[in-house]
């Protein structure tokens, strides 16, 4: 932090990262001090064909904001906790870790229908291995398809074909009512609107969907709550939200990190005005247990901790990537010694066969 009191958050150039760093500047601000975000492209930016998986375990979304960290070009650098690598430079620490959010995954589709209600062979798209997995455990049936881009991006891809289908069949029975075709369409007295109507009704997000080219059509889409919370769109599609016991989120999952140099002035002043002791608790029980697996981004790997009074409740869950085979455990940890306390129980779930799912990952990733 500089003398004059200006704290420099560098962030992703996405919607929901800017809206995360602005929630983090506002804590800050009420301190009266001046906030400067700082946009950084990152490599998970740029190659945006391939999957997150595939960027490497380094953190894809997180080295180069935390490069400006150290290289004094910023204060702080604001993450989605759970791009974060669990290994980091030893200068770097996490200074801050806001009030989490929904932790949990939420199915989106058109037209509000739930996991069972999809058929046989439908399309649900995801860039997660984790979610892959356990959607082929529930529903082997369905047709797990990758899906890149940020929230907004997703959603369009998702709405884009039914809104697409809707509009030509309002523009076929108008042109039947006009005579101008054959008589085997739909009246457009079937319709209350007409289409300039119709399509001036449309949200922003299905206005910018109708002009989207689709190359893969989903019948669904799973993403994080949080995620469509932070960037305003929860209300704006249709959600059901995934059960945790079985799917279990990503560690980290709906949390924010700001992470700046330990020895760095700002350092404490963030920690005062952004740590929620109650999250930190959780996130370092979840990405803990995370470490001590080592199966970073190349497993499909959950991990969800809540702190219950003087225990911190953890569920763990490592499937294999074509979800048939999981280890998976509960467990209630003394919440004075929670850090220690999930490196024996990661300990244990690498013994009970976590290890070598996490190894044929790899060796599958790898391949």
Not at 127 to 135: D, I, M, N, V
Request: charged share 30%; net charge negative; with cysteine.
């Amino acid at each position: 932090m500089n003398t004059r009191g200006t704290v420099r958050l560098a962030t992703r150039g996405s919607d929901l990262a800017r809206r995360q760093t602005a929630s983090v500047g506002d804590r800050l601000s009420t301190r009266r001090l001046a906030v400067e975000t700082v946009e950084v492209s990152t490599r998970g930016d740029e190659i945006r064909d391939e999957l997150i998986h595939r960027l490497g375990k380094t953190g894809a979304f997180v080295r180069a904001l935390d490069e400006k960290v150290l290289a004094g070009d910023v204060d702080a650098a604001v993450h989605s906790m759970k791009d974060m690598p669990t290994e980091s430079p030893p200068e770097l620490v996490i200074a801050g870790v806001p009030e989490r959010g929904p932790a949990g995954d939420v199915l989106v589709t058109p037209d509000g229908a739930t996991l069972d209600d999809l058929p046989e062979g439908a399309v649900v798209g995801t860039s997660s291995l984790r979610r892959g997995a356990q959607l082929r455990r529930e529903r082997p049936d369905l047709r797990v398809e990758p899906l890149r881009g940020n929230v907004d991006t997703r959603l369009e891809k998702l709405l884009a074909p039914s809104l697409q289908r809707e509009h030509q069949r309002r523009l076929d029975a108008e042109d039947e009512g006009d005579g101008d075709g054959d008589d085997d369409g739909e009246h457009p007295d079937s319709f209350d609107q007409s289409v300039e109507a119709w399509f001036d009704g449309l949200a922003e997000l299905e206005r910018r969907a109708m002009e989207r080219a689709v190359e893969t059509e989903y019948d669904a889409v799973v993403l994080a709550e949080a995620g469509l919370q932070r960037s305003g769109l929860l209300d704006a599609v249709a959600t059901t939200r995934l059960p945790r016991e079985s799917f279990v989120p990503a560690p980290g999952q709906g949390a924010i990190a700001v992470t700046a140099r330990g020895d760095a002035g700002a350092t404490e002043t963030i920690r005062g005005l952004v740590d929620d002791p109650v999250t930190r608790v959780e996130t370092t029980v979840e990405r803990t247990v995370l470490a001590e697996l080592g199966g970073g981004c190349i497993a499909p790997i959950g991990v969800y901790a809540v702190v219950q009074g003087q225990y911190v409740h953890v569920t763990v869950q490592v499937l294999s990537l074509d979800g048939t085979e999981v280890v998976e455990r509960t467990a209630d940890l003394p919440i004075t010694d929670h850090a220690d306390a999930a490196a024996a129980l990661a300990a244990e779930l690498r013994e009970e066969g976590a290890a070598e799912l996490i190894d044929r990952a790899r060796e599958e990733a790898d391949g």
